[in-house]
């Protein structure tokens, strides 16, 4: 069973009243709840791609450049939507 905590959050008026007025009286905090989940987990994304730092630059990787590079592999997946993903093993 999930936990739960009751938050005070200070917003400007005219956000609030437009968040009330988009998502209702009713369904603010779980709104707030999905909106803060998503923000959450780009910021985890941010900080894991960081922690990476320069180990990954496309320039150390002279195998991606031209017929082999990754852009060329996802642009001839989207040319044939129909078909099933390749992928090497």
Avoid: C, N
């Avoid at 987990?41 to 900080?47: D, F, P, S, T, V």
């Amino acid at each position: 069973m999930t936990a739960f905590v009751r938050k005070h959050f200070v917003l400007p008026k005219d956000l609030a009243d437009e968040f009330e007025h988009r998502v209702g009286e009713r369904r603010q905090s779980e709104q707030v709840a999905a909106l803060l989940s998503d923000w959450l987990r780009r910021e985890r994304l941010r900080e894991t791609l960081a922690s990476f730092g320069e180990s990954y630059r496309p320039e150390d990787h002279p195998e991606w450049e031209g017929e082999g590079s990754p852009e060329a592999w996802v642009r001839e997946q989207r040319a044939t939507p129909d078909r099933p993903i390749e992928v090497e093993r």
